[in-house]
């Protein structure tokens, strides 16, 4: 990721994820749990992997991912994700898949992944998936620039 691109998430998500120090300890940098959260999702590493790497504790890694996500898709869910809902959107989206990417008719692209998971107590093999783990399938629909649909 270009420093660009994080310094202007950081700019914009930094507020929603800035905590004050207290007398006990030092509330961490938005910018630490913001790079953290960047890590673990683009390339899937654990928490314990992430606290060697940012020498913070597993456990507060685990308490400011799932904030930091949230204020990410509080920020640019306005921007990023939509759903058309009249006729000319539709088709607009249509003409731009032709433009772009050659592909005529198109109102979306659709795909898939496995999202791996730790076993749900008493679930047997409900999550268990045909690549050998645990997981919960995440589908998404974009347009042709990749922006995600949500109805």
């Known amino acids: 990721m270009p ?3 994080f310094d202007e998430i950081l700019n914009r998500v930094g507020p929603r994820i800035q ?16 790079a953290v959260t960047i890590r673990h999702l683009s390339s899937g590493d654990k928490y314990p992997t ?3 790497d940012f020498r913070v504790a597993r456990n507060t890694i685990s ?3 799932p904030e930091v996500c949230q204020a990410i898709v509080d920020e ?14 539709w088709r607009d989206i249509a003409e731009e898949f032709q433009r772009k990417w050659n592909v005529p008719h198109a109102c979306g692209a659709l795909d898939g ?3 791996a998971i730790r076993c749900p107590s008493n679930t047997g093999s409900l999550f268990h998936n045909y690549k050998g783990f645990f997981s919960v399938v995440l589908l998404a629909l974009v347009d042709a620039d990749y922006k995600f649909f949500v109805d």
């Open 19 to 34: 905590r004050r120090d207290t007398r006990l300890r030092k509330a961490l940098e938005p910018g630490l749990k913001l």
């Open 113 to 115: 992944k496995h999202i």
């Open 63 to 65: 308490m400011f991912v």
């Open 3 to 5: 420093p660009e691109m």
């Open 50 to 52: 992430l606290q060697y």
């Open 76 to 89: 640019y869910k306005v921007e990023a994700i939509s759903c058309p809902t009249t006729q000319r959107e």
